[in-house]
């Protein structure tokens, strides 16, 4: 029997698994190292090279036949709540580390730490770490002698000659940690890890975190009444973070605090060490400035390299700030309407391209990622004095990375599953192969852009439709900053397609604050994070309905996850004139519950107008009107989210109870910000698939 497609989305991870991804290129460009699952339903992650000159594929580890593991559901619980932190969405080795040669790797499997050869026969070694549990990040050194890891919020040292672990870096006290990334960092800046290697090895660079001025939060499980409350520390708009500092750490222990203005920037943006020295870049509270440090690894003293500011926000790109071989640094700034490369003093990259992403510098090349229209993201390489030279086909979602002349590419299109490439200095290419699973339909996107502000949309109208008959419209959009739906790539599209199938016109639009489009439309929103983007989808209707005369507006309704979801609920309270029906998944509803560094990127300090006007509380408790009626609405939420908490569901269904609007609140107990269980996964599509077509009559 053939899985529904409800069913194979859940199984596959969102048709994630038996992808290929991870790659590192060996220094002389021979070979290249990646991860991929045996198959595009199986969610254990195996370790992978692939030989440059002949493309053949050779297993380095596969955690099924590592004697010993327990399941994924036997994780330790630091663990699993690393793994959600990060979003991972497979088991297995889910990341690795490497050498400088690229010979040896270090990673992670259940928790405790192996290494494995990557020339040769490959050798998978266990670490004995003593009583270390839940070992988190091991990173093995330049040299390929030392692996470091955290267990237990300390930093450990395993020396892999001697097997002896040492604990170089021990909290003071249960609310410090060494070598873990704080809340913020991790869940708003991109920055997952909390410590670096010298290149030489003989030295790290880690981050203490100090969570005691964090405000306790406790999430229960009121399905089992038995089990204690979790307690998670979460910096919402408006209260303390934690305070992180930076120390550099010897191998015998030596500690050198790093020193810079933390009381004026407070966030630790990105941290490395490169072959200058140790490389920083701080924000301050409000994030009006991106400040670029430089460390003397002697003293621990800092020097501001530059200093990016900006009235409203200064972006973080992933990437930068970096240095090239010969110490220019390599940095994003916004000039000209575009997110603009700059090397030193030189200008990298004109107005045609938005930069997304810097992924690499091979001497004074530099290989990034960037636009030149929103839906599409290319791969380019350039060096100073030089035009960018795209390394990709121009449509489509592309990466890569490049060493000793080798470059791997990883791309995304409409017509295809997820793949990868590797190129030769040749020009010799070896596909590497992908086993993602046939989701068993296509999207076929038509994509429009509609009205004066130039709204990316993509309209999906049922395979069999026959012109003439009404369709009941369905809006699945995310809508909000930081992120885009409408993209050329496949998988961003099938569940969009999906509920076409199910009779529905489906609409997506990007509108302002997505990325892609220049710092202008992205900081459109500040102030503001209803109005405007509420605006662009109900003109995106609008137009596409002039477009697509079928479209039966008297029968529209939105779903959405996270902001996606406060979108949802949003449009069906305040526009209930042109929305009849809402599913809101865990949805913002109050935003001084959101954390620190995006709530107030947007809105500034709790108490302000701003929070009034994106909040959907008070419309929630105002009764309905025959010029307002009340619209069905569906809220779903996940108990234990640590995200966004259960809380802002609570107090919306209480605000919409005590105003007499009838709803559905649907309580996930167990699951987090988004489901890993299958069956729940499944189910919920169909549900709302059931709540659309009962709330529009159709």
């Known amino acids: 029997m053939t899985d529904s497609f409800p069913r194979l989305h859940a199984r596959t991870r969102r048709f994630t698994l038996g992808v290929p991804r991870g790659f590192t290129v060996a220094p002389d460009g021979s070979r290249a190292v990646f991860l991929r699952s045996r198959s595009g339903t199986d969610p254990v992650t195996c370790l992978w090279s692939i030989d440059a000159a002949s493309g053949a594929e050779r297993l380095l580890v596969d955690p099924a036949t590592v004697p010993g593991l327990p399941g994924e559901e036997d994780l330790p619980a630091a663990e699993r709540a690393r793994r959600e932190r990060v979003r991972e969405q497979a088991g297995g080795v889910v990341g690795y580390t490497v050498d400088a040669a690229v010979e040896h790797a270090a990673f992670a499997l259940s928790g405790r730490p192996f290494t494995v050869t990557l020339t040769g026969e490959p050798v998978v070694r266990a670490l004995d770490v003593g009583a270390a549990e839940a070992v988190v990040d091991p990173r093995i050194d330049p040299g390929g002698t030392r692996v470091a890891f955290v267990a237990d919020r300390a930093l450990h040292l395993h020396d892999l000659g001697t097997g002896d672990t040492t604990r170089l870096l021990v909290p003071e006290t249960p609310e410090v940690s060494y070598g873990l990334a704080d809340f913020a960092a991790a869940e708003e800046m991109g920055r997952t890890r909390g410590f670096w290697w010298s290149p030489t090895g003989d030295a790290l660079l880690v981050a203490r975190v100090d969570e005691s001025p964090v405000a306790r939060w406790y999430i229960a499980d009121p399905a089992h009444p038995d089990r204690t409350p979790a307690e998670v520390r979460y910096p919402a708009a408006g209260t303390p973070n934690a305070v992180v500092g930076l ?202 852009v509609f009205g004066e502000r130039a709204l990316h949309t993509a ?140 709530t107030e990127r947007y809105l500034g300090q709790p108490g302000e107008e701003s929070y009034r006007r994106s909040s959907i509380l008070a419309d929630a408790a105002t009764p309905p009107t025959a010029d307002a009626p009340h619209r069905p609405l569906m809220v779903v939420h996940g108990l234990a989210d640590d995200n966004v908490v259960a809380a802002h569901t609570l107090r919306l269904s209480s605000a919409l109870l005590a105003a007499g609007r009838p709803h559905q609140v649907l309580p996930l107990s167990g699951v987090t910000h988004m489901t890993p269980q299958e069956v729940v996964a499944e189910n919920l599509l169909l549900l709302q698939v059931r709540f659309l077509h009962e709330a529009l009559g159709t």
Do not use: K, M
């Open 247 to 448: 120390e550099i750490v010897t191998l015998d222990g030596g500690r050198t605090p790093v020193s810079w203005d933390a009381g004026t920037h407070e966030y630790l943006a990105t941290a490395g060490w490169d072959a200058h020295g140790p490389l920083l870049s701080v924000q301050p509270r409000d994030q009006r400035e991106v400040r670029t440090l430089a460390v003397d690894p002697e003293s621990g003293r800092t020097r501001v390299l530059h200093s990016e500011t900006d009235p409203v926000w200064v972006e973080n790109v992933p990437g930068v700030p970096a240095r090239t071989a010969s110490g220019s640094l390599v940095r994003a700034t916004d000039a000209g309407g575009a997110r603009r490369l700059v090397a030193g003093d030189t200008v990298l990259t004109g107005t045609d391209l938005q930069v997304r992403e810097v992924l690499g510098i091979d001497g004074e090349t530099v290989l990034f990622r960037a636009s030149a229209e929103p839906t599409s993201v290319a791969l380019y390489s350039v060096t100073p004095g030089a035009e960018p030279v795209r390394l990709s086909p121009a449509a489509g979602l592309h990466s890569g990375t490049s060493a000793g002349g080798t470059l791997v590419r990883a791309s995304q299109d409409l017509g295809a599953a997820p793949h990868a490439v590797l190129v030769t200095a040749d020009g010799t290419e070896h596909p590497v192969a992908g086993h993602a699973a046939d989701p068993g339909h296509s999207p076929a996107p038509a994509l429009h």
């Open 459 to 598: 309209v999906f109208l049922p395979s069999g439709h026959v012109p003439g008959t009404p369709l009941p419209v369905l809006l699945d959009p995310y809508g909000g900053p930081h992120a885009q739906r409408v993209l050329q790539a496949r998988n961003t599209h099938l569940t969009s397609r999906w509920f076409a199938e199910q009779g529905f016109a489906v609409l997506v639009t990007d509108g302002r604050g997505s990325p892609g489009r220049g710092p202008e439309f992205e900081r459109a929103v500040h102030g503001d994070l209803a109005g405007p983007v509420l605006e662009d989808q109900v003109a995106a209707l609008q137009a596409a309905a002039a477009e697509y005369p079928d479209l039966d507006l008297t029968r529209v309704g939105i779903r959405g996850w996270s902001f996606g979801g406060y979108l949802a609920a949003l449009a069906v309270l305040r526009r209930p004139d042109v929305f009849h029906a809402g599913i809101a998944g865990a949805p913002v509803t109050d935003w001084s519950l959101y954390d620190t560094h995006y």
